[in-house]
């Protein structure tokens, strides 16, 4: 007890008289650190007789909080007399604004992936990836379009090598085969990502872009539960019920496949967006055909499913009304800074 009351007081001493954070940082390693005087003290309550241990392991902590104590309040000293030496020195205003923080943001494009994979990930779903230079396999053959055929014509594409092995994904349906040959049905899952086409661009063509895939397989998957699925995804987006139709559309590797429209969520009788048609076109889509699940190893006979492709970047104007969609992608400070 004795000892533990003169260290509290050569500690106090000690740190009073410290005049840097150097010197209070020696203090405390001395006494606080593994192997310090403190520790040291706990360490020894063990040997010494029964009855006298709970005193003295209770005077050792004491000790310790003494220590910090005094620490806290030397630190706080020396950081007042910093200040004072730092106001009276010339030239220190302290009323001038301090320097503004530059704070960044998300891009658009990942505030809506966010979001959308959040909504999908309750329903279940898993979030995929996959890479942008892809096989020719996985990009088309696989999705039931066989070279030569017409429907290579619909995406025009980037050829990586003279023998058009691989190529830059022209959609994230290039995923569906490698998500099917990986994991075992049923699944739901996800890929959001960038696609590219070799297009003259325009206000809503850029040949670089995001979509989204969504792909569902299981036993008894109907057309219902596909319309079901984009209706809980528009609400997601826009916040409220939207009214959607399907209209026939043609690609090889649903069948049937449609596309879907949104009703206009911007204007009751027409307005520029949805081109005086009060529809929006938003969402190819359809059920999984037959041939891209034997290309996958799965069998028709017993599994099925519906895709979706969903146009990111276009849905990402919507949602932001950006009115082109070569803006999401140019980097200019100016037009991200808005989506703080
Ligand atoms: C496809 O890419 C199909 N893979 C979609 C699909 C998936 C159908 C699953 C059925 C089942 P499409 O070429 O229409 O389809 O492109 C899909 C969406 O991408 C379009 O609706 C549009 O919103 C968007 N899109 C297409 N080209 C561009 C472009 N150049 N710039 C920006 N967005 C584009």
Redesign the pocket.
């Known amino acids: 007890m004795e000892t533990t009351t003169n260290l509290t007081n050569q500690a106090r001493e000690r740190i009073a008289a410290a005049a840097t954070e150097d010197e209070l940082r020696a203090i405390e390693r001395e006494y606080l650190d593994k192997g310090g005087i403190v520790a040291g003290l706990l360490a020894a309550v063990p040997s010494l007789p029964g009855p006298e241990r709970p005193a003295a392991g209770r005077a050792a902590n004491q000790l310790k909080l003494e220590i910090q104590a005094a620490l806290a309040s030397s630190r706080e000293r020396l950081a007042q007399a910093a200040l004072a030496a730092l106001r009276s020195s010339a030239g220190f205003d302290a009323t001038l604004p301090a320097v503004r923080a530059e704070r960044g943001s998300l891009h658009p494009i990942t505030q809506l992936t966010r979001e959308l994979t959040d909504l999908f990930h309750a329903m279940g779903f898993l979030v995929l990836d996959g890479p942008e230079v892809e096989t020719d396999l996985h990009n088309f053959e696989a999705l039931n379009i066989p070279k030569d055929h017409p429907a290579r014509d ?2 025009d594409t980037f050829r990586c090598d003279p023998e058009g092995k691989l190529v830059l994904r ?4 290039a995923v569906q085969v490698r998500a099917m040959r990986r994991l075992k049905p049923p699944f739901r899952a996800i890929v959001p990502g960038k ?1 590219f ?1 070799q ?1 003259t661009t325009d206000a ?4 670089t ?1 995001h ?1 989204m ?1 969504g792909l569902v397989i299981d036993k008894h998957i109907s057309v219902a539960h596909l319309i079901s699925t984009m209706k809980v995804l528009l609400r997601g987006v826009f916040g409220r019920e939207i009214e959607v139709r399907l209209r026939p ?1 043609y ?1 090889p ?2 069948e049937p ?1 449609f596309e879907l429209d949104a009703r206009c969520p911007f204007c009751k009788a027409g307005c520029s967006v949805c081109k005086q048609s009060t529809w929006i ?6 059920m999984v055909h037959p041939n891209v699940l034997r290309a996958s190893g799965i069998d028709p006979e017993v599994w099925g499913g519906f ?5 990111l ?2 849905l990402v104007m919507l949602r932001f009304q950006i009115d082109d ?1 070569r803006r999401l992608l140019a980097g200019d400070l100016r037009f991200l800074e808005q989506f703080s």
């Open positions: 619909m995406q022209t959609h994230t349906s696609v086409r297009e809503s063509h850029e040949h872009f979509q895939e559309g690609f590797f649903v496949g076109e938003l969402l190819p889509c359809g895709a979706f492709g969903l146009g970047s276009r969609v």
